[in-house]
């Protein structure tokens, strides 16, 4: 089933809000990008998503880590 909403149907009006994944960051903790991540995905679900972040240190990504 293919949903088609207007334009101006906000989020919190249907069954189910949006899950928005945030992927990113670099694999040290707290480095601006992942802070700048957490900020747009706080605004997402003020606006009624759901949010689920992935930075850069849960990502278990071991080629893009030079201090192992």
């Given at each position: 089933?293919?949903?088609e909403l207007a334009a ?61």
């Open positions: 089933m293919i949903l101006d149907t906000p989020w919190r009006s249907l069954a189910r809000a949006p899950l928005i994944v945030g992927l990113g960051g670099t694999t040290q903790p707290g480095s601006t990008s992942e802070r700048l991540l957490r900020l747009v995905l706080i605004e997402a679900e003020r606006l009624g998503a759901r949010t689920k972040l992935i930075a850069g240190p849960d990502a278990l990504l071991p080629l893009y880590t030079p201090e192992t």
